[in-house]
């Protein structure tokens, strides 16, 4: 017996008519044939995705008895849409990405010159734009210009599928662009590798068509794993948790991620974990402030009872960044947008409201201090060059953080459970906490609560669902509260 697993099946198309002749029930072809007549059906799946423009078969997976032992074929069976371009569009300034469909051979790198001459849409080329790469266990920046037809080469000579990539196009040169690129994609199995050490970041691509939260797509490495940072929001491992504000979103197809770990360490995008839908990200509205390169992560405590619309930070007026806050927040997350080099002005901080002028009236706050443990009166300043910042505006703050938080979990019910189970706990201080469901192999099921929260008590409901939204087997599970210095756990029991 064959068994194909169709991993990604993606659209409406003509394919859904071959698709009816074999499958039996979503995502699985049975028929009991050689291997020639599946390299008949491949060639005719990759001739209609010709025309339906949809990815069709990411792995192909043999279970037979004249195949002995069960053998996974991969890239000899990946089928991929390799006549209809794939269009990515840009946006003005900075744009964070990576090229996962490349015409190349496995994970052979491309000319960039070339690439970019044949694939930047619409011609001519912009007047003025960049492109810039970190190299594998590199500290230094390549990058390649185009200024008015000429090439300006620093060291930036390829393009290759697993590594990230910032490409500005200035504003005034900016005319719609987008690429537009044929080929096939990295197959999922590609192994990257990551380089740690103090300060080591690694630029690397998301090659995987479906999008995925980090901890499911990190899986393999996720412990060792110390700042994920994509264009649009970073997550920062404090005291050995997540700092995650309600921002951050899964990976995308595409996208360029910056990783820091504490050592070396070699991973594959994990297809396994479910995909999980997309996230927007939504621009401020009152405050303005130009993009740069790169940015340096601010995490700001919010009073929960006088949450403002934005946050915004400026210095000498001018504002180098702000955020959106969302109803329920207790931080937000502001890319600030400062020079890593030479001190520069004291930063403040401002708050809009919607029936409130903006002020400049934080000017006072204080910072965490990584060295005493403590929140301490302080100023950023441009040029501090720090990885990032925790930021408050109370004064109680300045207690210390660092000793094991009280956390009481008063009561799961009901347990065992049919629907849903009701977790209740107690923080008797600011902390920055965790809530997971785990199984009993120790496999994270679902996350309930993840970041920075003040004292008070809270109530979780589980019902019985991953991350994903799909209901979990019956069986025995694992409720894990961690903060800083101290672990609560409790089994849970879901029935039938």
């Known amino acids: 017996m064959i068994q194909t697993e169709l991993e990604r099946f993606k659209g409406q198309s003509n394919l859904n008519m071959l698709r009816s002749i074999f499958i039996s029930k979503p995502g699985v072809l049975r028929q009991t044939v050689n291997r020639g007549i599946i390299y008949l059906i491949s060639v005719i799946l990759s001739i209609l995705s010709c025309y339906s423009q949809t990815y069709v078969i990411d792995t192909l997976t043999i279970d037979t008895n004249n195949l002995n032992p069960m053998q996974s074929y991969g ?9 209809a371009p794939e269009t990515r569009a840009l946006q003005p300034g900075w744009n964070w990405l990576s ?4 015409e190349r051979t496995g994970n052979n790198s491309v000319n960039a010159q070339i690439f970019l001459e044949n694939s930047l ?15 594998k266990g590199d500290f230094d920046e390549v990058w390649l210009e185009y200024d008015y037809g000429n090439w300006d080469i620093n060291d930036l000579t390829n393009i290759s599928s697993d590594l990230g990539y910032k490409l500005e196009i200035d504003e005034q040169y900016f005319n719609d662009n987008y690429f537009s690129i044929s080929g096939t994609i990295l197959s999922s199995s590609h192994a990257i590798d990551l380089y740690g050490g103090s300060g080591q970041e690694n630029w690397i691509g998301y090659f995987l068509t479906e999008p995925r939260w980090s901890e499911d797509a990190f899986a393999g490495v996720w412990d060792k794993l110390t700042m994920i940072k994509t264009q649009y929001w970073t997550m920062a491992k404090i005291f050995g948790h997540w700092f995650v504000d309600s921002k951050v979103g899964p990976l ?7 990783v820091k770990c504490t050592e070396d360490c070699s991973f594959q995008w994990n297809v396994s974990a479910p995909p999980h839908a997309p996230k927007g990200y939504v ?10 390169a790169d940015y340096t992560p601010i995490y700001v405590e919010l009073d929960t009872t006088d949450l403002p619309l934005e946050v915004g930070i400026f210095c000498d007026t001018v504002c180098y960044g702000a955020e959106v806050v969302n109803t329920g927040d207790t931080m937000v997350q502001i890319n600030a947008y400062i020079d890593t080099t030479g001190l520069g002005g004291e930063l403040e901080f401002a708050y809009h409201y919607a029936l409130k002028r903006a002020h400049l009236a934080k000017s006072e706050y204080y910072i965490y201090n990584t060295i005493t443990g403590r929140m301490e009166p302080g100023k950023i300043r441009k040029g501090d060059n720090k990885e990032w910042y925790w930021v408050s505006f109370k004064k109680e703050d300045s207690e210390a953080i660092t000793t ?37 192999q ?26 994903a939204g799909i ?8 409720l894990i509260i961690e903060t800083p210095g101290q672990v609560v756990t409790n089994k849970l029991i879901r029935m039938n």
């Not at 890239?75 to 006549?83: G, M, R, Y």
């Not at 995308?252 to 910056?258: A, E, K």
């Not at 979990?409 to 209740?424: A, C, D, R, T, Y």
């Not at 993840?450 to 589980?462: D, F, I, P």
């Open 75 to 83: 890239d000899d069976f990946l089928i991929k849409n390799q006549c």
């Open 99 to 102: 090229f996962p469909r490349l």
């Open 121 to 135: 849409k619409p011609e001519p080329l912009p007047n003025i734009f960049q492109i810039r790469n970190l190299p």
């Open 252 to 258: 995308q197809y595409g996208d360029m991620v910056v």
């Open 283 to 292: 621009a401020t509205e009152y405050f303005t402030y130009e993009e740069q």
């Open 404 to 440: 094991a938080p009280t956390v009481e979990l008063l009561s799961v019910q009901p347990n065992p459970f049919n629907e849903s189970v009701m977790i209740k706990l107690s923080v008797n201080k600011k902390t920055v906490i965790t809530v997971r469901i785990t199984n009993m």
């Open 442 to 467: 120790g496999k994270e099921i679902k996350t309930l609560m993840q970041g920075y929260q003040l004292s008070g008590h809270y109530q979780l409901t589980w019902d019985g669902s991953n991350q």
């Open 471 to 478: 209901t979990s087997d019956p069986g025995i599970y694992l």
